[in-house]
C-alpha cells in the first residue's frame, strides 16, 4: 500500500474515531496519543514520508499535512466542549442572570372576596359553603318564594331539571346552615352564582355573592345597619357615608339596598354614580317569619338578619372597571393591574 492510500485510510479511520469518542476526557486523551502523539499513527506517517524522493514528497505532503490538521483540530474541537470553553468562545455569557418570570396573584374578585370575608371574620362570622347545583327548594321555595310567584322572575334561572338548578344567589346557604344548626348563627357564605341574564357591560350569567346571616334572640334592625356601616367604613374608609333605602326581597322583611356614597366623587355626583352621588352595593333585611318556619327555627323566639352583595359590583366600583366582561376574559394584560 503505497503512502498516499495509508493516509487516506488513516483519515477516514480517524473521522470515524472522532465522531464515536465517549465524551470524557480520558478518551479524547486516548484518542490524541493514538494519532498525534510521539509514538502515535500520524507521527509514524511523517517519519515516512521523510523517506521519500523530493517529487513523491510533492504530491503526499499536502494530504499528510490536511490528515494532521483534522486530526489536531478535531480533538481540540472535543476537548472545548468536554471544558465548556466553546460556550465562551460563541460569546454567550453563561453568568448572566435569566429572565425574571412573574410570580401570578390572585383575581381582583378573589381578591375583594378574601376582602370582604376578612373584615366580617374579625366581627366573629364563621364562613359557610354550599353547591352551586341546588334545589328549587333551597334556592326559592324555603325562602319564601312560593311556585309560580312572580318574584321568581327577578332571577331568570337556568334549570337542569324541573326541581334541579343552578343557584341564582347565595341566600339557599342561609337554609342550609339554618336547617343543620341551631342558633346562635352567625355566618358568611362567599360563592358563584348563575344567572340566566342577556351578557352586557353591566351584568354576566355567572357571578359571585357574599351572603351573611345572624340568628340570635333580639337580633334588631339596627344592629344590622352598625354591622353594616362597620363593614363600609373598614372597606371603603372612614369617611364613607350610607344609606339604606326600602326594598323587597321574598326572604326578609322589613328589606333594604345599602348605597355607599360614591368612592369617586364622594357624593357631589359624576359619571360612575351616574350623578345621584349613590352607589348600591347590597341587598338586605330582617329574616323572614316564613324562612325560619321552613327551617325548623321558632320565629317567636328567634329574630335575625342576612345581607347580600356582589363582589364584582364592588370590584367593579373600586377599581373603577366599566365592563364586568373583562372580568371574565382572563386577559393576562388587564388582569396584570391588579
Ligand atoms: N339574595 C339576594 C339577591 O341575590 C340578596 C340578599 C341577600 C338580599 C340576603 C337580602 C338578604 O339579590
Not at 345621584?276 to 333585611?285: K, P, R, V, Y
Request: glycine fraction near 8%; charged fraction near 25%; include cysteine.
Amino acid at each position: 500500500m503505497s503512502l498516499l492510500e495509508r493516509i487516506n485510510e488513516v483519515h477516514n479511520q480517524l473521522k470515524k474515531d472522532l465522531s464515536n469518542v465517549q465524551k470524557t476526557f480520558q478518551s479524547v486523551e486516548d484518542l490524541r496519543l493514538k494519532y498525534i502523539g510521539k509514538k502515535g499513527i500520524i507521527p509514524a506517517l511523517f517519519r515516512d514520508f521523510g523517506t521519500l524522493g523530493p517529487n513523491e514528497k510533492r504530491d503526499v505532503g499536502k494530504d499528510l499535512n490536511t490528515l494532521k490538521k483534522s486530526a489536531e483540530e478535531g480533538i481540540q474541537i472535543i476537548t472545548d466542549k468536554l471544558s465548556g470553553s466553546d460556550h465562551v468562545d460563541s460569546g454567550f455569557d453563561h453568568t448572566l442572570p435569566g429572565f425574571p418570570f412573574k410570580p401570578g396573584h390572585l383575581h381582583p374578585v378573589t381578591q375583594t372576596m378574601n376582602r370582604i370575608c376578612d373584615i366580617f371574620r374579625e366581627m366573629g362570622f364563621g364562613t359557610e359553603f354550599g353547591p352551586e347545583v341546588e334545589t328549587d327548594f333551597n334556592n326559592f321555595q324555603a325562602l319564601n318564594f312560593p311556585p309560580n310567584h312572580p318574584a321568581r322572575d327577578m332571577q331568570d334561572t337556568f334549570f337542569i331539571e324541573d326541581n334541579i338548578l343552578l343557584r341564582t344567589h347565595t341566600s339557599p346557604i342561609q337554609i342550609r346552615t339554618m336547617m343543620k344548626q341551631k342558633p346562635p348563627i352567625r355566618i358568611l357564605a362567599p360563592g358563584r352564582v348563575y344567572r340566566n341574564e342577556a351578557i352586557n357591560p353591566r351584568s354576566y350569567c355567572v357571578f359571585h355573592q357574599v351572603e351573611g346571616l345572624y340568628v340570635d334572640e333580639n337580633v334588631t334592625f339596627a344592629e344590622l345597619k352598625v354591622t353594616i356601616e362597620m363593614f363600609a367604613k373598614k372597606f371603603f374608609g372612614k369617611d364613607v357615608k350610607l344609606r339604606f333605602r326600602p326594598s323587597f326581597f321574598p326572604f326578609t322583611e322589613p328589606s333594604a339596598e345599602v348605597d355607599v356614597s360614591c368612592i369617586i366623587c364622594g357624593g357631589s355626583g359624576c359619571r360612575l354614580c351616574k350623578h345621584t352621588g349613590w352607589l348600591e352595593i347590597m341587598g338586605c333585611g330582617m329574616v323572614d317569619p316564613n324562612v325560619f318556619k321552613a327551617c325548623g327555627i321558632d320565629p317567636e323566639k328567634y329574630t335575625g338578619y342576612a345581607f347580600g352583595m356582589g363582589p364584582e359590583r364592588i370590584a367593579l366600583l373600586k377599581y373603577g372597571i366599566d365592563d364586568i366582561r373583562l372580568l371574565y376574559e382572563g386577559d393576562i394584560r388587564f388582569l396584570e393591574q391588579f
